[in-house]
Antibody, heavy 118, light 107 residues
Framework: EVQLVESGGGLVQPGGSLRLSCAAS????????MSWVRQAPGKGLEWVST????????YYADSVKGRFTISRDTSKNTLYLQMNSLRAEDTAVYYC???????????WGQGTLVTVSS | DIQMTQSPSTLSASVGDRVTITCRAS??????LAWYQQKPGKAPKLLIF???SLESGVPSRFSGSGSGTEFTLTISSLQPDDFATYYC?????????FGGGTKVEIK
């Protein structure tokens, strides 16, 4: 059974940093693209970042480019999102998602809430 | 970036109704479109990929169609479990983008 469990969310001040983790199990982690998708309170879904299998390529939404970094540790089957220079508009539930080879999200974690506020 | 526009934003319907949601892309995405269902407080669930392919385990009352820039999600006979918000997503190119969502409410 595929499981994705996010952690690391919380309250952070504007300009601060936070690192999210996503522990994956039930599939061969290094064989699949992994992504982060966020949802601001009461709003729709917004793709944040994707890492291609093997970590060869990474992609970012313009809204986070230069501030967020996606990475993975295959020895721990864990995906990360390092978030720097956080802004109020980054406040959202952050979901980790496993992607099919065509970048459709077939499994999602339960989400972790990030609140950026002073 | 490719913009995805869903309509309507809210839809009121009764159990047993046939429901259709539309998603329009700002440029040709061929058939690289997926549909998701999301219930309050839960993660989205994949329903359909490649415009019309049903994800394993999804009831056959859900169907998708379209190509190019116009796509539809149809629920043939709305069930109580189907009241939720639905999102389309294009994956023709990075940046991946979602539609704004369609909330299906009880009439």
């Amino acid at each position: 059974e595929v499981q994705l469990v996010e952690s690391g969310g919380g309250l952070v001040q504007p300009g601060g940093s936070l690192r999210l983790s996503c522990a994956a199990s039930g599939f061969i982690f290094n064989n699949f693209a992994m992504s982060w998708v966020r949802q601001a309170p009461g709003k729709g879904l917004e793709w944040v970042s994707t890492m291609i299998p093997g970590g060869r390529s990474t992609y970012y939404a313009d809204s986070v480019k230069g501030r967020f970094t996606i990475s993975r540790d295959t020895s721990k089957n864990t995906l990360y999102l390092q978030m720097n220079s956080l802004r109020a508009e980054d406040t959202a539930v952050y979901y980790c998602a496993k992607a099919t080879p065509s970048t459709v999200f077939d499994y999602w974690g339960q989400g972790t809430l990030v609140t950026v506020s002073s | 970036d490719i913009q995805m526009t869903q309509s309507p934003s809210t839809l009121s319907a009764s159990v047993g109704d046939r429901v259709t949601i539309t998603c329009r892309a700002s440029q040709n995405i061929i058939s690289w479109l997926a549909w998701y269902q999301q219930k309050p407080g839960k993660a989205p669930k994949l329903l359909i990929f490649k415009s019309s392919s049903l994800e394993s385990g999804v009831p056959s009352r859900f169907s998708g169609s379209g190509s190019g820039t116009e796509f539809t999600l149809t629920i043939s006979s709305l069930q109580p479990d189907d009241f939720a918000t639905y999102y389309c997503q294009q994956y023709n190119s990075f940046s991946l983008t979602f539609g704004g969502g369609t909330k299906v409410e009880i009439k």
